[in-house]
């Protein structure tokens, strides 16, 4: 057999392992709604029920901060928040309001190591990217600082950064921005607190400054709450060289429609 054909042996073999394991994860782990856990015909879907009562972000939004306006107030509208001060990066999108179902799935992400969530929720994201992928020369995750990555085992916005990367084939950075002061969660904490807990918290490692300097960032988290952490981490890249820095979210809080 010539190499060619050992190589496609080898392939078709392994494929093969690859099919039998995943009926045997279906058996065991059979498909379901993570909303309410009723049965489905595939994994990484919602059931019609779950489905509806997501609260997706679509237009019309501010230009700048992606936050929702309750009716259209024509094109490149900001919002008094954009106005009144302005954010480090230049353009923030979300997929969905962090409410309800949108809440659950990103805390079962985050804490219950539903990493399998992060293709279908970076699906939506690249949905909900208005462009910000086309235009984008790298994508960056937002980094957990060492002790709290060994405690939480895996990053959830670096795996939705991994997922957004295989999906649309633009690059993913990991190691460049790093979390260089271990700071405390920010639940809990009010805005200037969050402000305050994550200033100097983000540098760029020397290897990264070569690799970012003069690109185009996406910097993917999973919510946007106040923007203390996206914004201290925009900083720091463009302190770093980056010459543009926009902002990707699977979910943002949101008190209502303005």
Known sequence: ???????????????????????????????????????????????ARCWSSLR?????????????????????????????????????????????????????LKYRDRTDLAPMMAGWMVRAGDGLLAECDAIVPVPLHRYRLLARKFNQASELARAIARQTGKPLVLGALRRTRRTRQQIGLGANARRDNVKGAFSLAGEGRAE???????????????????????????????????????????ADHI
């Not at 057999?1 to 394991?21: C, I, K, N, Y």
């Not at 065991?28 to 489905?40: A, S």
């Not at 901060?65 to 107030?73: E, I, K, M, N, T």
């Not at 988290?221 to 900083?235: I, L, P, S």
């Open 212 to 254: 970012l300097f003069g690109k185009r960032v996406l910097l993917v988290d999973d919510v946007y709450t106040t923007g203390a952490t996206v914004a201290a981490a925009a900083r720091a890249l463009k302190r770093g060289g980056a010459a543009d820095v926009c902002v990707l979210t699977f979910a943002r809080a949101l």
């Open 1 to 47: 057999m010539t190499q060619l054909g050992l190589a496609r042996f080898r392939d078709a073999v392994l494929q093969g392992g690859r099919g039998a394991a995943a009926a045997a994860l279906a058996f065991v782990y059979p498909p379901c709604c993570p909303g309410c856990q009723v049965l489905l015909g595939r994994h990484a879907g919602l059931c």
């Open 56 to 108: 997706f972000i679509e237009r019309p939004y501010c230009e700048v901060l992606g936050v929702p306006f309750s009716h259209d107030l024509g094109s490149g509208i900001l919002s008094a928040d954009a106005i009144a001060n302005p954010p480090p990066f230049s353009r923030l999108r979300s997929a969905v309001v962090h409410d309800g179902l949108a809440r659950t799935l990103v805390h079962n």
